[in-house]
């Protein structure tokens, strides 16, 4: 896990996101997070195993360290009530503006379009360049925070239900078969939580 310093950010629409931005990100503007803790990487198979006894991944013969996938936002909340129970800690979902917040590098940020870079290939897998499947994570370049693959690889699940919705929550990060303006830090979705995909994720949050 890797410690997140607390502070003002302006999330959405910024000027880093260029004429990429969507409606949805729109308008910019200023929130504030306090300290929390974020997951290095994406959870991988091999940590899902170790708590579930079971890998639901669809690229599950790439290899343990590969993100675990087609998992659905309610059965990542089972996992994480069984996480907790074993480490005795209270692990959640990042919600959304923490999610933005260390995208971005948190208080180290530069505003690039994507996590770490404006070079979408030196930090993101996505469709030009990943061939059609997830990959190890931690095999781009960090970010300024030191997280991987917050850019690409797999679609995030977030803690945060989509505005007005009762069924969706927000996803974040884009993934393989997304053209690269989907793995920009600024970029959001919604998923129903019941709904699994071989191309969304998760990685994890903790409160001091």
Avoid at 133 to 144: F, G, L, P, R, Y
């Amino acid at each position: 896990m890797i410690a997140v310093e607390g502070g003002s950010f302006m999330m959405g629409a910024t000027p880093g996101q260029g004429t990429d931005a969507r409606e949805n990100e729109k308008p910019a503007h200023k929130v504030t997070v306090d300290y929390f803790l974020i997951g290095e990487t994406e959870v991988t198979q091999e940590l899902w195993f170790a708590v579930m006894g079971s890998n639901p991944s669809h690229f599950k013969t790439k290899g343990g360290n590969y993100p675990v996938e087609n998992v659905s936002w309610n059965d990542v909340q089972v996992f994480i009530k069984k996480l907790n129970e074993i480490t005795g800690q209270q692990f959640r979902l990042p919600f959304e503006a923490e999610w933005e917040y260390a995208a971005r590098g948190g208080k180290k940020s530069a505003d690039k379009k994507y996590s770490g870079s404006d070079d979408v290939d030196e930090v993101a897998w996505y469709k030009d360049n990943a061939g059609g499947t997830t990959h190890a994570v931690a095999s781009k370049k960090a970010n300024e925070l030191g997280l991987y693959d917050m850019s690409g690889n797999v679609w995030e699940w977030c803690e945060d239900w989509s505005a007005g919705s009762n069924s969706k929550v927000i996803i974040r990060s884009g993934e393989i078969y997304n053209p690269k303006e989907a793995a920009r830090v600024s970029n959001r979705n919604e998923y129903l939580v019941t709904k699994m995909s071989r191309v969304v994720g998760f990685r994890l949050a903790l409160l001091p």
